[in-house]
Every structure is written in C-alpha cells, then in structure tokens.
Nanobody, 125 residues
Framework: QVQLVESGGGLVQAGGSLRLSCVAS????????MGWYRQAPGKQRELVAV???????NYAVSVKGRFTISRDNAKNTVYLQMNSLKPEDTAVYYC???????????????????WGQGTQVTVSS
C-alpha cells in the first residue's frame, strides 16, 4: 500500500509564497502522473497542477504563471511552488497520484487514485 504525506502549508499574506511537498511512501516501483488539487470551503475539489512521469505539466488557468509543479522521481516526491498568492488561493491542498505500482511481498500491485490527507493553505489579505 502507498501513503501520501503532504507538508508545507500554512498562513501567508497576499503576495507571499509557499512550497508544498508530497512524499509517496511504500515499496514503490513506479508512479504515473502526480498532481495537486485544492478544495475551498463550500466548493468542489479542483485540479491545480499535474506533472507526468516524463515531466510534462498542466496548470489550472487561475494559477498559471504563479505556481510551479515539479517532481523528484528518485524521492517519489512532488512539489508545488506557489508565488504571488492571493486570498482566493485559500484552500486545503491535496496531493494525488493517478496510478502507482508497488511491491507487495514478491508481487507487483497497482493502486489508482491515491490521495494525501491534505494541507491547509490560508492567504490573508
């Protein structure tokens, strides 16, 4: 089984920066796309950014030019650098993996749609 643990959230003033990290733990063989989603109070969860195993990225229009997603495959870690933060960026941010292959004993197993527990980002005006 694979676990995702996020860190780096917190309280920041508008215009400030934060860097989120998400580590996937377990006996991992390979990870497909890794991404970040967010959910503000009373709103649906939305995609923020995604990065494929090959390094291709895609961003929500609302964060393009301000946020940068990256990953370190050797560390099974995905990052989200958030600059020029706005109050409307306030949300719980969730790490997501669409497909991960991991060792379970001598077998390889596949897990789909893995989520972290979320980390709160609050941007004050």
């Amino acid at each position: 089984q694979v676990q995702l643990v996020e860190s780096g959230g917190g309280l920041v003033q508008a215009g400030g920066s934060l860097r989120l990290s998400c580590v996937a733990s377990g006996s991992i063989f390979s990870i497909n796309a890794m991404g970040w989603y967010r959910q503000a109070p009373g709103k649906q969860r939305e995609l923020v950014a995604v990065i494929t195993s090959g390094g291709s990225t895609n961003y929500a229009v609302s964060v393009k030019g301000r946020f940068t997603i990256s990953r370190d495959n050797a560390k099974n870690t995905v990052y989200l650098q958030m600059n020029s933060l706005k109050p409307e960026d306030t949300a719980v941010y969730y790490c997501h993996i669409d497909k991960v292959i991991y060792y379970s004993g001598s077998f390889l197993r596949t897990e789909y749609d893995s989520w972290g527990q979320g980390t709160q980002v609050t941007v004050s005006s």
